[in-house]
């Protein structure tokens, strides 16, 4: 089983490392006030990749930790520990 999983991580990395090559293209980013950068297609999707996946990690945030909350008040109550199990 660790071989396969092993054997998949590496195919999925070849495949990434062909989309990048394939996507080395320039292209320019163009910001507000005539501010432009010149970046590689390649950097700008894993760029916007990296914020949407930070951006719902901190919308998940809230409830993730409203639950912790909730199992701390829970356990402490008297005769929870029959409830949680």
Not at 8 to 24: D, H, M, P, Q, T
Not at 25 to 45: S, Y
Not at 59 to 80: D, I, M, N
């Amino acid at each position: 089983m660790r071989y396969l999983v092993w054997l998949l991580r590496i195919a999925l990395f070849v495949v990434l490392l062909g989309f990048a090559v394939k996507n080395s293209d320039v292209v320019t980013v163009r910001f507000f006030f005539d501010a432009a950068w010149p970046l590689p297609l390649v950097a700008v999707m894993l760029l916007f990749f990296a914020a949407g996946a930070v951006a719902g990690l901190s919308a998940a945030l809230g409830t993730f930790l409203r639950q912790r909350r909730e199992l701390v008040r829970l356990k402490r109550q008297p005769g929870s520990a029959e409830r949680l199990e």
